[in-house]
């Protein structure tokens, strides 16, 4: 027959033996959220913005005198995006510093998505007229966007970046 006091030993250690599982489920669970976020961080961002870094790091000061006389043809775009069946289509309206549309130009968009590379567009953009230019495209989300813009003719070169929101 077990006594009282064998009782309460056995219930003290018991409860003894709680705690330190308690603790040891606890780190457990600690270990596996770790885990978790180490693997997310790992295989969902490279780390890489551009390809070739290095490269454009060494033509930096070419890419500075570009900028400046680009900013100094003083053309501003405009853009929109209307939905079409499949998808959207952009218009970017090129004007120069009076205002006048510049025609004949070889435009390109580069659609960059600001949180991940993974859907980034180049777009050939077409003449429509009187300094229209525009393509189809299916965008695989609506929101925030950076559009680079770039166009040519002759010896002349321009280009043009905004932040653009897709509904």
Same mark, same amino acid.
């Given at each position: 027959m077990m006594t /009282?006091?064998?009782?309460?030993?056995?219930?003290?250690?018991?409860?003894?033996?709680?705690?330190p599982? +308690?603790?040891?489920?606890?780190?457990?669970? $600690?270990?596996? $959220?770790?885990g978790t976020m180490i693997y997310f961080a790992q295989s969902t961002f490279s780390? +890489?913005?551009?390809?070739?870094? *290095?490269?454009?790091? /060494?033509?930096?000061?070419? /890419?500075l005198q570009e900028a400046a006389a680009s900013a100094a043809l003083g053309w501003t775009a405009k853009t929109s995006f209307t939905k079409i069946a499949g998808g959207r289509h952009i218009a970017v309206t090129i004007a120069d510093k009076n205002g006048k549309p510049v025609d004949g130009? %070889?435009?390109?968009?580069?659609?960059v998505r600001? $949180?991940?590379?993974?859907?980034?567009?180049?777009?050939? +953009?077409?003449?429509e007229g009187a300094g229209? *230019?525009?393509? %189809?495209?299916? +965008?695989?989300a609506g929101g925030s966007w950076e559009l680079r813009l770039s166009a040519t003719r002759a010896s002349t070169n321009w280009q043009s970046t905004q932040r653009v929101f897709v509904k």
């Open positions: /009282i006091d064998a009782a309460q030993q056995s219930h003290s250690q018991r409860k003894s033996l709680w705690i599982t +308690l603790m040891v489920g606890l780190m457990l669970v $600690v270990v596996a $959220v770790n780390g +890489l913005d551009t390809e070739k870094a *290095y490269a454009e790091g /060494i033509e930096y000061n070419t /890419i130009l %070889d435009m390109t968009a580069h659609l600001p $949180v991940s590379t993974a859907f980034d567009q180049l777009l050939a +953009l077409r003449p229209v *230019y525009g393509a %189809d495209l299916a +965008l695989p």
